[in-house]
């Protein structure tokens, strides 16, 4: 199993991480993989969603959410600033879903399209929720196909590598899009460690449960207290899924990517255009996101 030693910021202290089901020479050709990408000239966010899906194909039985803090957001922070990750390292991690899954949810007549703002906007109108949301944000847009062959809108997608991120300025979307019927999941890597000397850098997430002894945390709240999103999807495998016969409102569901594993958001992604297909092709106006300048390029044309 590969080896990564972290130090803390003024270097005086450090900690060894083992990486389960990736071995040294991954680690290295992961690496490589995304330095390559970076001095081939391609945007800082494009290398780092080739780089991710490059880690899963190669490391299909790790962690994902440990993948990303210790082969993309460590390595990439080594060379660049905290500044040129939080311009590259969201959209990056929006991108890499859309190009992930689009691939297999195409038999299914599913399409992901990546949001500019003018995009999250059209989505917003079309679902007549485009007064309610303010300057809330949408990452992705869920859009199906109608047997005529154009495409409706029937959900959106937010996406957060971690929940200490903002999560508060997509609720506003996402509760305006269930009060429609539309499907409103959350994408995370619930990624959370503290490094020496204060922690043991295990990223552990902020979905534990419990959080603190006799008390529930507060990210969980959002989900399954509150229910202000779908269904949230995390990607870390340290995170407690909601427990079967729970009174959730809305389940967290844990996840990753082997071939072996059952990948729930694709079921609950497919059930839910199967269930607002009729009426969404019959009532609402074709989408215009299959439009190149409403997306960057990052869903199939």
């Known amino acids: 199993m590969a080896k990564v030693t972290v130090t803390s910021s003024d270097s005086k202290h450090s900690i060894v991480v083992v990486l389960e089901n990736v071995t040294d020479d991954q680690y290295a050709l992961v690496l490589k993989f995304l330095s390559e990408r970076l001095a081939a000239g391609d945007k800082a966010f494009e290398a780092i969603a080739a780089t991710f899906i490059k880690a899963i194909e190669l490391c299909p039985d790790a962690n994902p959410s440990d993948l990303w803090r210790y082969l993309l957001y460590r390595p990439y922070l080594a060379q660049h600033s905290d500044q040129s990750w939080k311009r590259a390292g969201g959209q990056g991690l929006e991108v890499f879903f859309v190009e992930f ?8 007549g599913i ?47 937010h996406v957060k590598a971690s929940l200490a991120e903002r999560i508060s300025d997509d609720v506003p979307a996402s509760v305006a899009m269930q009060v429609k019927g539309y499907f409103t ?24 449960f419990p959080q603190r002894p006799g008390e529930q945390s507060d990210k969980r709240n959002y989900f399954e207290r509150d229910g202000l999103f779908s269904c949230c999807y995390s990607y870390n495998q340290r995170t407690p899924p909601t427990p079967e016969g729970s009174h959730a409102k809305a389940k967290i569901k ?16 497919i059930l839910a255009w199967n269930s607002a297909k009729t009426l969404l092709c019959s009532q609402m106006e074709p989408t215009a996101l299959v439009r190149a300048d409403l997306f960057g390029g990052s869903s199939e044309k």
């Not at 850098?201 to 979905?207: A, M, Q, S």
């Open 111 to 157: 399409r992901l399209v990546w949001l500019s703002r003018a995009g999250a906007t059209t989505a917003f109108s079309e679902m007549g929720i485009v007064d309610r949301v303010g300057r809330s944000k949408l990452d992705i847009a869920l859009i199906g196909r109608c047997s005529d062959d154009t495409w409706r809108v029937f959900g959106g997608a």
């Open 254 to 269: 844990t996840l990753y990517f082997s071939e072996d594993s059952t990948d729930c958001f694709i079921d609950d992604t």
């Open 101 to 108: 899954y689009n691939p297999i949810f195409k038999q299914h």
């Open 185 to 208: 999941p959350l994408l995370t890597l619930d990624m959370k460690a503290f490094p020496p000397p204060h922690g043991d850098e295990v990223n552990r997430g902020e979905l534990q």
